[in-house]
């Protein structure tokens, strides 16, 4: 199970690394290619929105039939078992908030780049005509 969290940590990583891209400034020819090449990723990516929730659902599902230790039967070793659990469950959580956060970000960010070259585009347009 543990090849899952791998995977949406590199996910999360990569669409982190292309916001940064796109809004570091001062990459004015780079970033027609980048925005062509990001916009065409926003499709495979998407499939993350699926894998997070499925991802939610484990992690509710172990959280719903995980043994409790409240009481003083635990041992002390049970006891830290059940820390550890509850701790990875919330770690994974994170992971889970984080790429659905940084997919949203990708997506906004490239659709108002993209909307910000066409009104550069028209603008130009505009004062070639006059």
């Given at each position: ?27 004015g020819p780079l970033r027609k290619g980048l ?60 992971l889970i908030v984080s790429a659905l956060v ?29």
């Amino acid at each position: 199970m543990a090849l899952e969290w791998v995977v949406l940590g590199y996910a999360a990583a990569a669409e982190a690394v292309m916001v940064l891209l796109l809004t570091v400034p001062g990459l004015g020819p780079l970033r027609k290619g980048l925005v062509a090449v990001i916009r065409n990723l926003l499709k495979p990516f998407l499939s993350i929105v699926p894998f997070c929730l499925f991802l939610f659902m484990d992690i509710y599902w172990k959280y719903e039939n995980r043994p409790s230790c409240a009481s003083d039967s635990c041992t002390p070793t049970e006891h830290l078992r059940h820390q550890k659990s509850i701790m990875k469950s919330q770690r994974n959580m994170l992971l889970i908030v984080s790429a659905l956060v940084f997919y949203w970000l990708l997506y906004s960010v490239t659709h108002l780049v993209v909307k910000i070259d066409q009104l550069n585009s028209r603008v130009e347009k505009l004062k070639n005509k006059e």
